[in-house]
């Protein structure tokens, strides 16, 4: 089955049927497992260096952070970031239906989340695991007023957003609205996205330009993100791995 709405660089594999699942057993097998799908340690060490010490000062203050995860899928890397799993704990959560159907690690914040993603039944998923408190469906590239209205709430009033492996699906203009939003915010805010390499590089530097005009930086780090595909070792002769750069930003003050 394909998902119509998403848009993928075409030297990219292509992943759209596991995104809409039941249940993320096979986004387990068929991404975490067959192509060892490491990225989460690495979204995992970032957040614990750059973003974890002054959450955990925030929220030791009695207020819930909101978290968002955009375009977040089934939640591995809030379970990540959030929850403290790494790479293995995830795959052992994920291991069969029964196991994935609660979340095996507690969130190590205080923290209300909210799943965004345009996969209905990975939201339903990530509802029903505890992995998200509040879900929002939408395709992000064309949402109708009233989600996108909810979207921009929900960004405004984030504490953390995190987008990974999934800004790469969006065009110039939704990243830029959606960061406009994420920006309004009042209080101190944290993002943390990555980009993919080789794939779809001009578009990874605008959305990069897009973020740098709203935000500080806050640093980042190079790192594996997973095997390539046999499709993509035939359009990128050589390389084994995909790997990621991974950002963190923060509102302006
Ligand atoms: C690779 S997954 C990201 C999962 C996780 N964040 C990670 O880093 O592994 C990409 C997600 O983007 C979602 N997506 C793709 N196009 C989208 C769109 N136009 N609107 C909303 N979500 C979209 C897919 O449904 C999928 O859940």
Same mark, same amino acid.
């Given at each position: 089955?394909?998902?119509?709405?998403?848009?993928?660089?075409?030297?990219?594999?292509?992943?759209?049927?596991?995104?809409?699942?039941?249940?993320?057993?096979?986004?387990?097998?068929?991404?975490?497992?067959?192509?060892?799908?490491?990225?989460?340690?690495?979204?995992?060490?970032?957040?614990?260096?750059?973003?974890?010490?002054?959450?955990?000062?925030?929220?030791?203050?009695?207020?819930? &952070?909101?978290?968002?995860?955009? #375009? @977040?899928?089934?939640?591995?890397?809030?379970? +990540?970031? =959030? $929850?403290?799993? /790494?790479?293995?704990?995830?795959?052992?959560?994920?291991?069969?239906?029964?196991?994935?159907?609660?979340?095996?690690?507690?969130?190590?914040?205080?923290?209300?989340?909210?799943?965004?993603?345009?996969?209905?039944?990975? &939201?339903?998923?990530?509802?029903? #695991? @505890?992995?998200?408190?509040?879900?929002?469906? +939408?395709? =992000? $590239?064309?949402? /109708?007023?009233?989600?996108?209205?909810?979207?921009?709430?929900?960004?405004?009033?984030?504490?953390?957003?995190?987008?990974?492996?999934?800004?790469?699906?969006?065009?110039?203009?939704?990243?830029?609205?959606?960061?406009?939003?994420?920006?309004?915010?009042?209080?101190?805010?944290?993002?943390?996205?990555?980009?993919?390499?080789?794939?779809?590089?001009?578009?990874?530097?605008?959305?990069?330009?897009?973020?740098?005009?709203?935000?500080?930086?806050?640093?980042?780090?190079?790192?594996?993100?997973?095997?390539?595909?046999?499709?993509?070792?035939?359009?990128?002769?050589?390389?084994?791995?995909?790997?990621?750069?991974?950002?963190?930003?923060?509102?302006?003050?």
């Amino acid at each position: 089955m394909s998902n119509s709405g998403v848009k993928t660089d075409e030297k990219k594999q292509h992943f759209d049927d596991i995104y809409v699942a039941e249940n993320p057993v096979p986004f387990k097998e068929r991404i975490l497992d067959a192509l060892t799908y490491v990225s989460d340690n690495f979204n995992r060490q970032s957040f614990d260096r750059l973003i974890l010490p002054w959450a955990e000062a925030k929220a030791a203050k009695g207020t819930p &952070l909101n978290f968002v995860d955009l #375009a @977040g899928c089934f939640g591995n890397t809030t379970m +990540a970031t =959030l $929850n403290g799993m /790494d790479y293995e704990a995830i795959r052992d959560n994920w291991k069969d239906a029964a196991s994935a159907r609660t979340v095996a690690q507690p969130r190590r914040l205080n923290a209300h989340v909210t799943g965004i993603d345009i996969s209905h039944s990975a &939201l339903a998923y990530g509802q029903s #695991a @505890g992995i998200y408190d509040e879900v929002i469906q +939408a395709d =992000l $590239n064309q949402p /109708d007023a009233d989600t996108r209205a909810r979207i921009e709430a929900s960004l405004r009033a984030a504490n953390i957003m995190i987008s990974t492996a999934a800004l790469v699906y969006l065009e110039p203009q939704a990243v830029a609205s959606l960061m406009d939003a994420f920006a309004e915010g009042g209080d101190e805010g944290y993002l943390l996205v990555n980009f993919l390499n080789p794939f779809a590089l001009e578009a990874a530097d605008a959305t990069k330009r897009t973020l740098l005009e709203r935000f500080e930086f806050v640093g980042s780090m190079a790192s594996r993100h997973r095997m390539m595909s046999p499709i993509e070792r035939e359009n990128y002769p050589g390389e084994e791995w995909v790997l990621l750069e991974i950002w963190v930003l923060r509102r302006r003050r």
